[in-house]
């Protein structure tokens, strides 16, 4: 038994095709799982276009969640960076001493979870602890990589700093681009870097099959000419087992 509190945020507007399993793949090390929903888009840029989901798909989709463990908060924030802010004040008020930021589309193998939250605990280092992703791409069966390091564990202990999670912990998963042509467009409309968005992106990049490389939505190659995001084949059975019955496990392209 752990002496210390880990509790995780979820920011929720849609998200049903994967928050479910997100949850799922965290519950049994999370003493409270906090989900905060917006009706609206908050990262970025408003839109016209009706939202493709509604709060009751969010609400079935956890449905069979614990309701012991679960929190639930209905906000009316339009600012990705305050809404951010506002779930971990609201974590830290419940005194929860680690909080793991997991987004709705972000999948955790238990044992690597529980070794990153030991390693965090044990360092008692720093205040934000950054991860790398693998990133699915259209399938369950190609992956992305890059450099880039976001905040997913916030240790309260601590008022500053950065730590890295050892990446030979053992991998963790994005399927934000695992998903439908209507999820991705929808995104798209609301994203919070939807000005840098490649031109032609979703005809040259999004739509290629099989997939091309230099894929990433917003950035290009590098000076040595290297893109960003170049898929390859993926074992699907080094995923989660939380994903082994998800309805896109034996697709070969999600559309």
């Given at each position: 038994?752990?002496?210390?509190?880990?509790?995780?945020?979820?920011?929720?507007?849609?998200?049903?095709?994967?928050?479910?399993?997100?949850?799922?793949?965290?519950?049994?090390?999370?003493?409270?799982?906090?989900?905060?929903?917006?009706s609206h888009p908050s990262h970025g840029h408003r839109t016209n276009?009706?939202?493709?989901?509604?709060?009751?798909?969010?609400?079935?989709?956890?449905?069979?969640i614990g309701a012991s463990k679960l929190y639930w908060y209905e906000t009316d924030i339009w600012n990705e960076g305050?809404?951010?802010?506002?779930?971990?004040?609201?974590?830290?008020?419940?005194?929860?001493?680690?909080?793991?930021?997991?987004?709705?589309?972000?999948?955790?193998?238990?044992?690597?979870?529980?070794?990153?939250?030991?390693?965090?605990?044990?360092?008692?280092?720093?205040?934000?602890?950054?991860?790398?992703?693998?990133?699915?791409?259209?399938?369950?069966?190609?992956?992305?990589?890059?450099?880039?390091?976001?905040?997913?564990?916030?240790?309260?202990?601590?008022?500053?700093?950065?730590?890295?999670?050892?990446?030979?912990?053992?991998?963790?998963?994005?399927?934000?681009?695992?998903?439908?042509?209507?999820?991705?467009?929808?995104?798209?409309?609301?994203?919070?870097?939807?000005?840098?968005?490649?031109?032609?992106?979703?005809?040259?990049?999004?739509?290629?099959?099989?997939?091309?490389?230099?894929?990433?939505?917003?950035?290009?190659?590098?000076?040595?000419?290297?893109?960003?995001?170049?898929?390859?084949?993926?074992?699907?059975?080094?995923?989660?087992?939380?994903?082994?019955?998800?309805?896109?496990?034996?697709?070969?392209?999600?559309?």
């Amino acid at each position: 038994m752990r002496d210390y509190k880990v509790y995780s945020y979820t920011i929720a507007h849609y998200g049903r095709d994967y928050i479910g399993y997100s949850l799922k793949s965290i519950a049994s090390l999370v003493d409270r799982l906090y989900v905060f929903y917006t009706s609206h888009p908050s990262h970025g840029h408003r839109t016209n276009i009706q939202p493709i989901e509604t709060r009751q798909d969010i609400w079935k989709a956890i449905a069979d969640i614990g309701a012991s463990k679960l929190y639930w908060y209905e906000t009316d924030i339009w600012n990705e960076g305050q809404q951010r802010d506002y779930a971990v004040q609201t974590l830290t008020h419940d005194d929860a001493d680690l909080i793991l930021v997991v987004d709705v589309d972000e999948i955790w193998h238990p044992h690597v979870l529980d070794k990153a939250l030991n390693h965090i605990w044990q360092m008692n280092g720093a205040r934000n602890w950054l991860i790398n992703f693998t990133h699915m791409w259209r399938s369950f069966n190609y992956a992305c990589t890059d450099a880039n390091w976001p905040v997913r564990i916030i240790d309260t202990r601590h008022d500053g700093g950065v730590g890295y999670i050892p990446k030979e912990l053992g991998d963790i998963y994005h399927m934000g681009y695992a998903v439908t042509d209507k999820v991705m467009r929808y995104k798209w409309e609301c994203h919070g870097h939807k000005d840098e968005l490649r031109p032609n992106w979703f005809e040259e990049k999004w739509q290629a099959w099989p997939p091309v490389d230099d894929c990433h939505p917003t950035n290009g190659k590098n000076d040595e000419g290297i893109g960003w995001w170049n898929p390859q084949p993926f074992d699907k059975r080094e995923l989660p087992y939380v994903l082994f019955n998800h309805p896109f496990y034996n697709l070969e392209r999600i559309d």
